[in-house]
């Protein structure tokens, strides 16, 4: 059975590659992904890291608090997304009055 976990605090500068080799380090990564902004294509900070359970316990462990790339990781399992409530659209600010 596999794990996900969620790696977090990452630097832009990180790839999927970068998080795949870190954590091969510590076991067998299924898969490394870093998540990307849709407008720009820019890294969010943070991405997911798929292992073993064995090795996901020992990755939470040895890679939560220890540096990548500049940054201090955040490393912890995954948890499903929850509902979120749609956004409303507008460009934001002030009220629906005209002037």
């Known amino acids: 059975m596999a794990k996900k976990l969620y790696v977090g605090n990452l630097s832009y ?3 999927a590659d970068g998080l795949k080799a870190a954590f091969s380090k510590v076991g067998t990564v299924l898969s490394a992904n870093v998540i990307s902004d849709k407008m720009t294509g820019r ?3 943070f991405g997911f890291v798929e292992m ?3 090795d ?3 990755a939470v462990s ?3 608090g220890i540096e990548l ?5 955040t490393v912890n399992e995954a948890r499903p997304m929850t509902e979120r409530a749609p ?3 507008g ?3 002030g009220d629906s009055q005209s002037y």
């Open 69 to 73: 790339d500049g940054r201090t990781l």
């Open 52 to 54: 073993e359970d064995a």
């Open 56 to 58: 996901a316990e020992k």
């Open 62 to 64: 040895s890679m939560h």
């Open 43 to 45: 890294s969010r900070g």
């Open 91 to 93: 460009f934001g600010g």
């Open 87 to 89: 956004r409303r659209g």
């Open 13 to 15: 500068g990180t790839t």
